[in-house]
């Protein structure tokens, strides 16, 4: 993987990760990434997504009417992606923070033309999302492939960044009377709510009873 100076961390470089494992390994986790392009009078635009990889690519997609992604197929762009692991309590306020996983990748997206890629690059979204998802629905017509934008990012220039542990005060505030540590947070799903307009007998796939998506973490029963 390619390090230049803006993909190298300068602040806490300890926790970084430029190694294709860790960056790989939070961005199939992550459900929700964020696009930065430049927009008109070279204001900055960024936009939340989702996202699915596939080997040494970075899938992202929506309509092919969206300026954002038509700026993106012209000019490099900056995606992230973050994890909140917890919240880290510090004795003093200055020193309270969050355990995090986090990813930057840099490059220059290319837009994604052939209709079997891009419903291999759905099929990875809706499968990275639900697992055994893409089996059950109607796969997208030629028309709605030809109303999507999929634009495909090399994963050639990236770092990770990681919080983990407790909190780090000042030695002189060990010695004050006041809580400190982790609350630890994760993104759990609820239990399936049928449609409205659900067929009768129709049942919820099994699929759904206890996720299996990156992130989700099964409800309690």
């Known amino acids: 993987m390619v390090t230049r100076s803006r993909t190298r961390v300068t602040r806490m470089p300890s926790r970084a990760s430029y190694e294709r494992q860790a960056v790989d390994a939070i961005l199939d986790e992550?459900?929700?990434?964020?696009?930065?392009?430049?927009?008109?009078g070279g204001c900055p635009v960024v936009i939340p997504t989702l996202h699915a990889r596939a080997d040494e690519w970075l899938y992202i997609h929506?309509?092919?009417?969206?300026?954002?992604?038509?700026?993106?197929?012209?000019?490099?762009?900056?995606?992230?992606?973050?994890?909140?692991?917890?919240?880290?309590l510090a004795r003093s306020a200055v020193h309270h923070s969050?355990?995090?996983?986090?990813v930057v990748v840099f490059g220059r997206p290319e837009p994604v033309e052939?209709?079997?890629?891009?419903?291999?690059?759905?099929?990875?979204?809706?499968?990275?999302?639900v697992p055994g998802r893409w089996a059950n629905v109607r796969p997208p017509t030629a028309q709605e492939l030809r109303?999507?934008?999929?634009?495909?990012?090399?994963?050639?220039?990236?770092?990770?960044?990681v919080r983990t542990g407790g909190p780090l005060d000042d030695e002189e505030d060990y010695a004050r009377?006041?809580?400190?540590?982790?609350?630890?947070?994760?993104?759990?799903?609820?239990?399936?709510?049928?449609?409205?307009?659900?067929?009768?007998?129709v049942e919820c796939p099994s699929y759904l009873t206890s996720s299996h998506a990156p992130g989700l973490k099964s409800p309690p029963r």
């Open 98 to 102: 969050v355990n995090y996983r986090s």
């Open 177 to 201: 009377p006041v809580w400190a540590g982790t609350v630890g947070l994760q993104l759990t799903a609820e239990a399936p709510k049928p449609d409205d307009r659900l067929l009768p007998g």
């Open 62 to 88: 929506g309509s092919a009417a969206s300026p954002t992604l038509r700026r993106a197929a012209q000019a490099e762009i900056c995606l992230t992606a973050t994890i909140l692991d917890g919240l880290v």
């Open 30 to 40: 992550a459900i929700v990434s964020h696009v930065g392009t430049v927009g008109e």
């Open 114 to 129: 052939s209709f079997n890629e891009k419903r291999q690059a759905l099929q990875a979204f809706t499968e990275k999302l």
């Open 147 to 161: 109303g999507t934008a999929v634009l495909r990012l090399p994963l050639a220039e990236a770092s990770a960044k």
